[in-house]
């Protein structure tokens, strides 16, 4: 139980486009999903929280109109990465916990990798 | 604000040998979690153990165990019996306990590498 499906897995796009990552869980309601970036062997740095049905707590540093987050759902939460150029280029992981009380763990998807040429 | 500090970047052991990886974190939560995450190749991020800071008893999953001293604020992980598929990502996370889901502040990673 608790997974996490993220897509896709990997995307390549020219510098200006628009690209939208799906996270979704497919076996448990998800109230809170997370979106981290990271870098090459690095560790991963936490975007945004995502919350069902509300806007998304964006991290210090975060650009909230260039990484836009929408959770419409129980199950799903989107990542757009508007305008992206080639220093958006990373893998984006996102995670999903099963309940509001915060003792449950978080549960990871595959992660994307983006390339902005 | 809290941080997260592995000190070993990179670490070796052989098949069946064990290893422990150190994770140190600094907070001034009393109530918390603590987790080792473990990022493979394929890079998706697995929960390998968690541990609640109430619990003086160390968490077990099978060959996994910690070492979880709260005092040194010292968190880590002992790997028994390595196996070639525990080459991965290692991290160490924290997470303070609000009552609500609540964010990971992760460590910077140790790569291990399980040898023949």
């Known amino acids: 139980g608790a997974v996490v499906s993220q897509h896709p897995s990997r995307v390549i796009c020219k510098s200006g486009t628009s690209v939208k990552i799906e996270c979704r869980s497919l076996?448990?309601?998800?109230?809170?999903m997370f979106w981290y970036r990271q870098f090459p062997k690095k560790s991963l740095m936490l975007m945004a929280t995502?919350?069902?049905?509300?806007?998304?707590?964006?991290e210090q540093g975060v650009e909230k109109d260039k990484f836009l987050i929408n959770h419409a759902s129980l199950t799903l939460s989107t990542l757009t990465v508007t305008s992206a150029h080639p220093e958006d280029s990373s893998f984006y992981i996102c995670s999903a916990t099963r309940d509001r009380d915060g003792n449950q763990p978080q549960h990871f998807g595959d992660g994307t990798r983006l390339s902005i040429l | 604000a809290q941080t997260v500090t592995q000190s070993q970047p990179e670490m070796s052991v052989q098949e069946a040998e064990t290893v422990t990886l150190s994770c140190t974190y600094d907070t001034s939560e009393s109530n918390y979690y603590l987790f080792w995450y473990k990022q493979p190749p394929s890079r998706q991020m697995i929960l390998v153990i968690r541990q609640e800071a109430y619990k003086q008893q160390n968490a077990t999953e099978n060959r996994f165990s910690v070492n979880f001293q709260k005092a040194a604020k010292s968190f880590s992980l002992k790997i028994s019996d390595s196996q070639l598929g525990d080459t991965a990502m290692y991290f160490c996370a924290f997470m303070k306990d609000t009552g609500t889901a609540s964010k990971l502040t992760f460590g910077t990673g140790t790569r291990l590498q399980v040898t023949l």
């Open positions: 076996d448990f309601q998800a109230t809170t």
């Open positions: 995502s919350n069902e049905g509300s806007k998304a707590t964006y």
